[in-house]
């Protein structure tokens, strides 16, 4: 099975849900465009009419996938506000994606304000694959320790993490500048989350749940290539071919894609496409990472996850 482990879609339920909100993240509607509004982002504009499930299922076939796992965007912050207010847009989300044709399958999104383990044991009820946080859910002692109920339940589960940029409760506030360019923020704060998250996991979070199979999007920001800076810096020894760390080569070509493929095995890294926010990059390994996928999902059929053995 061929699998891109990282896309998005805006679903309908979701968005009605957003445009009903006062406070961020929210959606407007107005002389036919959708606009989303979030902390620290700049606003972005929906294409509602290529959102449409069928439409984004024949991109699907195109790339010559058989499954694509569908995260809610954790960029706009919606793991991070009160559980009062996440969990009914999460499960939006989830309703919106479950009525998706088949070739779409959901990563489970959890609040994280008192995080609770019970919310991973209903994603996986509801069909999710797996696990998805915020990076910044990971990013630094304190917050992985205030993540550990969540790890610990997704590692007993069997069922795999996929770490994606955003914030968490209690993260810096972040700003917005409307002279920005549209792609400052993905190369300054997003790559610094997962670089952040990243190093966390391999040098504290590893040794608290050995068994734990854990996705990093976008490369995790290149960190694996920080390891010699880590060393020179004094820090720990850490594996950069731990067989349960994977890589979604997302915003990534052939140059980045092949250094790290040296550096952590190329069995380790997964294709991930990262739509509809970027068009995938060709790399020439999309056959090899789409399969890597599926054997990293081997239980894994669309709408289905096989429950494995705690």
Do not use: K
């Amino acid at each position: 099975m061929r699998i891109d482990v990282h896309q998005h879609i805006w679903v309908e339920p979701l968005l009605d849900r957003l445009e009903t909100r006062e406070t961020l993240p929210f959606v407007r509607r107005s002389h036919g465009l959708t606009v989303l509004h979030s902390a620290g982002e700049q606003p972005y504009m929906i294409d509602v009419e290529a959102e449409a499930g069928e439409r984004r299922a024949r991109l699907v076939g195109q790339d010559a996938i058989d499954v694509a796992l569908v995260a809610l965007s954790s960029a706009i912050g919606i793991e991070a506000l009160p559980r009062g207010e996440a969990q009914p847009l999460i499960d939006a989300h989830l309703e919106g994606v479950a009525a998706l044709p088949d070739s779409f399958a959901a990563w489970g999104p959890v609040p994280l304000e008192e995080p609770d383990p019970r919310d991973v044991d209903r994603v996986l009820a509801a069909g999710c694959v797996g696990i998805a946080l915020p990076a910044g859910a990971l990013c630094g002692a304190g917050a992985l320790a205030r993540s550990a109920p969540l790890l610990r339940r997704v590692a007993a589960r069997g069922v795999p993490l996929f770490v994606h940029p955003g914030p968490a409760p209690g993260g810096a506030q972040r700003e917005a500048s409307l002279n920005e360019p549209l792609w400052w923020r993905p190369l300054t704060h997003y790559v610094a989350e997962m670089q952040a998250a990243w190093l966390t996991f391999v040098t504290l979070g590893r040794r608290e749940h050995p068994g734990l199979a854990v996705i990093f999007a976008m490369l995790a920001g290149g960190a694996p290539l920080l390891s010699e800076r880590l060393h020179a810096r004094g820090g720990p020894a850490i594996d950069l071919r731990d067989p349960l760390v994977f890589y979604d080569t997302s915003s990534f070509g052939p140059a980045a894609v092949e250094t790290l493929a040296r550096r952590s095995g190329a069995a380790q890294l997964v294709y991930g496409s990262d739509r509809p926010v970027a068009e995938p990059v060709p790399t020439g390994r999309e056959a090899l990472l789409a399969a890597n996928g599926g054997q990293l999902f081997e239980h894994v059929r669309p709408r289905t996850v096989e429950a494995l053995a705690l």
